[in-house]
T-cell receptor, first 114, second 111 residues
Framework: KAGVTQTPRYLIKTRGQQVTLSCSPI?????VSWYQQTPGQGLQFLFE???????NKGNFPGRFSGRQFSNSRSEMNVSTLELGDSALYLC?????????????FGPGTRLTVL | GESVGLHLPTLSVQEGDNSIINCAYS??????FIWYKQESGKGPQFIID?????DKRQGQRVTVLLNKTVKHLSLQIAATQPGDSAVYFC??????????FGKGTRLHILP
């Protein structure tokens, strides 16, 4: 069974631009969560999607948004990029939402904002 | 807010020794716990889990202990190897159903 895939793996943008990251979950997994990882703040929860609906959201500004498609694939978008958005963005999928299930992580997208 | 926590941000252990990584949680309703390991350049991966009706669970070279009275978990790694070098997380789920990873504990293996 293929694991969680994320594209692109690396991205360089400049301040003010926007970016879209993509995540394909493990087949059969319907929950997709996104996390931001930085040395200073660690691994922080961005949002979770289940059955195309945002189920939960972390404490991030509205510039961070996401969506999930009917095939469970998910995208996240960051608009008006700031230097502080430079981070590793991780996507994780799990079988379901609500109960605490094991999260299967992708390799991440390394975003650098110049 | 939810407390995540790993007591030490960095732990250095001699190769071959046992490692103990500690974790505290604050949500007394938490009934399931997972330890993850994140190696350099990879996403976190499941190591071992434990349910609240257990005090101890053993895997291959790893043991997790749960003390519900003081809301504390520990991950014990026997005969630590260079491949154990990673960041370890024990993310609880908070009352809003969010999984709180935090910074984790970085385990350094000394030769």
């Amino acid at each position: 069974k293929a694991g969680v895939t994320q594209t692109p793996r690396y991205l360089i943008k400049t301040r003010g631009q926007q970016v879209t990251l993509s995540c394909s979950p493990i087949s059969g997994h319907r929950s997709v969560s996104w996390y931001q990882q930085t040395p200073g703040q660690g691994l922080q929860f961005l949002f979770e999607y289940f059955s195309e609906t945002q189920r939960n959201k972390g404490n991030f500004p509205g510039r961070f948004s996401g969506r999930q498609f009917s095939n469970s694939r998910s995208e996240m978008n960051v608009s008006t990029l700031e230097l502080g958005d430079s981070a590793l963005y991780l996507c994780a999928s799990s079988l379901s939402s609500g109960t605490y299930n094991e999260q299967f992580f992708g390799p991440g997208t390394r975003l650098t904002v110049l | 807010g939810e407390s995540v926590g790993l007591h030490l941000p960095t732990l250095s252990v001699q190769e071959g020794d046992n490692s103990i990584i500690n974790c505290a949680y604050s949500n007394s309703a938490s009934d399931y716990f997972i330890w993850y390991k994140q190696e350099s350049g990879k996403g976190p991966q499941f190591i071992i889990d434990i349910r609240s009706n257990m005090d101890k669970r053993q895997g291959q070279r790893v043991t997790v202990l749960l003390n519900k009275t003081v809301k504390h978990l520990s991950l014990q790694i026997a005969a630590t190897q260079p491949g154990d070098s990673a960041v370890y997380f024990c993310p609880p789920k908070d009352r809003d159903d969010k999984i709180i990873f935090g910074k984790g504990t970085r385990l350094h293996i000394l030769p």
